[in-house]
């Protein structure tokens, strides 16, 4: 990609939207480097030898590097042929491991499985399950694990093997944002290390609503920044996000982090269009709107036809959204789940009222108690190791424990905490490297890097409010990592410049 393209486009930049931009990726790179050093220090404090520590964290360093390596100086002309190979490679690596790990179903990716297979079956519906009444957003996972079902048949090999499927569009995606903004070998590198983190693996043998919904977060902002300089064409794009985020809002409600980086966008492409005119300007806000009201107008439909297919009555909301905040803002969890506060709301005669109560009165906690509540919370969900539960459930356990394999169980598991737990370490500084690329020019004007940037923010900021999970993660890789192609570009750049003579950057225009 051309030198002014990878910087941002060279065109002269005012004082407001300079402040603005740095404050979006300055934001997003010390998030990035906060995460980094949460995560370093989660694991040099916890288990194993400082030797295997080290060696987790300068085995990935040395793979990253290599990789970069390898993409530095990739040409465009060879673009859809590496998409392919990403796409066919990820396929059949993810869903070989989705099929050698016999992962079964449980918790509530037990209960939607059994719910899914009910209404395939015998056409058994969501209504009057207390479940699905008290959460009934998750009416439209259990709908899509059940027509997969009547394509399929019940299998969890083919259900599985699906989610490696959404996983390679995923990565693809990852690979079409980054070229947005950073040169060919720099996406190159990116989407490469998106697609081999192990914690972007170790969920692919999960029944879990994330992968459908993180490839459709991921269409919709690709749709959104697609350049186009008829009017007509870009809102019909802007309507098709809109369709897209509602379909992944449907699988899991995480749309609301697209909407805010979205009216945070709309607000930097106004600054910039000002300067055409007052319908230029506008015109921005026009694909906010556009955006939104798609948006609605199709989750709205679904919902009513969740209630009119008698699938759900209570459509696709949340009976009780305050409960997220209950758990949030639970000092004794950290902001994790609580048995107790479960059983308090949902035994109570009105859990909303109850949950709402409990919540206002834990929001007004002393500031001091309050900030380390979300210093424990950072901790815990953006710091702590991958969850391996999900995947290594009790029945792949014992399996292990029964081959001849000269490891144990926990033994996989300690290593494969560990070696994500470095890997992340590598991977989020290398995206705090591009984000750090952003401030100083680095694809700065260019939508994609802002969109992806503020929606990482948003949902770092969401998480300090609701309850944490480090499962919740996976959606984070998706926004996060893409960046990283900027820190490539940054470090290629200046490795260039200095080989030959130069000992500052460019003067790019965007200063």
């Known amino acids: 990609m051309e030198e002014e393209a990878r910087l941002g486009g060279g065109r002269a930049w005012s004082a407001v939207e300079?402040?603005?931009?740095?404050?979006?990726?300055?934001?997003?790179?010390?998030?990035?480097?906060?995460?980094?050093?949460?995560?370093?220090?989660?694991?040099?404090?916890?288990?194993?030898s400082l030797p295997v520590k080290l060696l987790c964290l300068l085995g990935p360093a040395l793979v990253l590097a290599g990789l970069a390596a390898l993409c530095r100086g990739a040409r465009e002309s060879g673009a859809g042929r590496f998409a392919l190979a990403l796409f066919l490679g990820t396929l059949v690596l993810k869903g070989g491991f989705a099929a050698l790990v016999d992962t079964r179903p449980v918790s509530d990716f037990a209960v939607m499985y059994d719910a899914a297979v009910g209404l395939a079956r015998e056409g058994r519906v969501l209504t009057g399950q207390p479940y699905f009444q008290m959460w009934p957003y998750q009416s439209g996972p259990v709908v899509y694990l059940a027509a997969l079902m009547k394509l399929f048949g019940e299998s969890l090999l083919w259900l599985k093997l699906v989610n490696a499927l959404w996983a390679?569009?995923?990565?693809?995606?990852?690979?079409?944002?980054?070229?947005?903004?950073?040169?060919?070998?720099?996406?190159?590198?990116?989407?490469?290390?998106?697609?081999?983190?192990?914690?972007?693996?170790?969920?692919?043998?999960?029944l879990t609503n994330q992968h459908l919904s993180d490839l459709l977060f991921l269409l919709a902002l690709w749709l959104y920044t697609t350049p186009s300089g008829s009017l007509k064409k870009r809102l019909g794009l802007t309507g098709a996000a809109g369709v897209a985020l509602a379909c992944g809002n449907a699988m899991r409600p995480v749309a609301v982090v697209a909407l805010a980086a979205a009216g945070c966008l709309a607000v930097l492409e106004t600054l910039r269009e000002r300067r055409d005119g007052v319908r230029a300007a506008a015109r921005a806000l026009a694909r906010l709107l556009v955006l939104a009201a798609v948006?609605?107008?199709?989750?709205?439909?679904?919902?009513?036809?969740?209630?009119?297919?008698?699938?759900?009555?209570?459509?696709?909301?949340?009976?009780?959204?305050?409960?997220?905040?209950?758990?949030?803002f639970n000092e004794e969890t950290g902001g994790k789940y609580s048995e107790e506060d479960a059983a308090l709301v949902f035994g109570s005669e009105d859990p909303r009222r109850t949950a709402r109560e409990l919540a206002l009165e834990r929001i007004k906690i002393p500031p001091a108690r309050m900030m380390k509540l979300l210093d424990s919370k950072i901790k815990a969900m953006w710091g702590d190791y991958e969850v391996v539960v999900w995947t290594m459930t009790p029945n792949v356990e014992r399996q292990i424990d029964a081959s001849p394999l000269p490891v144990t169980a926990e033994q996989v598991n300690r290593w494969t905490r560990l070696l994500c737990s470095g890997a992340y370490v590598v991977c989020f500084l290398a995206a705090g490297l591009g984000g750090c690329a952003a401030l100083f020019g680095w694809g700065r004007g260019r939508a994609a890097a802002q969109l992806l940037a503020l929606s990482a923010l948003a949902y770092f900021g969401v998480h300090l409010f609701i309850e944490v999970q480090p499962r919740y993660r996976l959606l984070m890789y998706a926004m996060a990592f893409p960046l990283a192609a900027l820190g490539f570009d940054a470090v290629w750049a200046l490795g260039e410049r200095r080989k030959k003579g130069r000992t500052g950057p460019e003067n790019t225009g965007d200063f």
């Open 295 to 328: 948006y609605a107008g199709v989750m709205g439909a679904f919902g009513a036809l969740t209630r009119l297919s008698g699938v759900n009555e209570a459509g696709l909301g949340s009976s009780c959204p305050e409960w997220k905040f209950v758990c949030g």
């Open 168 to 206: 390679a569009f995923t990565s693809v995606l990852v690979y079409a944002l980054a070229r947005r903004f950073a040169s060919e070998g720099g996406a190159r590198a990116a989407a490469v290390v998106y697609t081999l983190y192990p914690g972007t693996w170790l969920l692919v043998p999960v």
């Open 18 to 48: 300079r402040v603005l931009l740095g404050l979006s990726f300055g934001c997003f790179g010390l998030m990035a480097l906060a995460v980094a050093w949460a995560s370093a220090d989660r694991l040099l404090a916890g288990e194993g």
